[in-house]
């Protein structure tokens, strides 16, 4: 069944009207016409099974028909904070922890950062991968998509944390001693996770100082050199199956 998110959505409506990009979709991509079902949401945890009524390029209204109860939420809710990549790996990272039901998403700039956002940008950016999480939640069946917050630097990051007693983490290639499994395993009743990985150039001591000062645990995931997109991804699959609902079978 099709998905779609609509801005105006509310418990009690009959009728909903979508607009903008996804009419657009909903006709000249999918060619979808009057009588189709469709599953709208607001990207809230509110999802309606619904009928087209009326379809053209620029508005489309819909019937709603029946609430839909929201897919069980993962246990854990987990803050991923990523340094900004190059375009493409930024995206991929995006979409695929999307899938695996990350929460929330933080890019920020620290000293070895390749791509920093001139501050014209940072708005541009944001809306971009906003737009990749929505398409992400839509293809996973997420109700709610990943939150994309705007892009800071990695002392904001450090002090938005550093009071909160959580599960804090920060990946570092240097480490030897805390790996990422006995973390996991001695925290299974922790329900928020947050994880710090840096960028291409990683992180350097002073930081990995400072992050230790906020309450953040360097730890390892092995021998290997994880790429930025890969080792978020790595996270949270693990964090998922760890603490989470990756592997979870839902009684039916």
Known sequence: MRRFFVDNLDKGMQTCSIKGQEARHIVKVLRMRQGD????????????????????????????????????????????????????????????????????????????????????????????????????????????????EKPCSFNELLEKWSSQDIVKIILWEKEIKQDFKTILKSSKNASRLVGLIGPEGGFDHNEIKLAKDAGFIPISMGSRILRGETAGIALVTLAQYELGDLGFIIQR
Not at 50 to 61: T, Y
Not at 87 to 104: N, R
């Open 37 to 148: 079902k469709v599953i709208l949401m607001d990207g809230k945890g509110l999802a309606y099974m619904a009928s087209l009524i009326e379809v053209s390029p620029h508005e489309i209204k819909a019937r709603l028909e029946s609430a839909l109860d929201a897919p069980p939420h993962s246990s854990v809710e987990i803050h991923l904070c990523q340094a900004i990549l190059k375009s493409k790996p930024m995206d991929y990272l995006i979409q695929k922890t999307t899938e695996l039901g990350v929460d929330y998403i933080y890019p920020f700039n620290s000293k070895y950062s390749t791509i920093k956002l001139e501050q014209d940008r940072v708005r541009h950016k944001t809306t971009h991968w906003h737009k990749i999480s929505l398409a992400a939640a839509k293809q996973s069946g997420r109700f709610i998509p990943a939150v994309i």
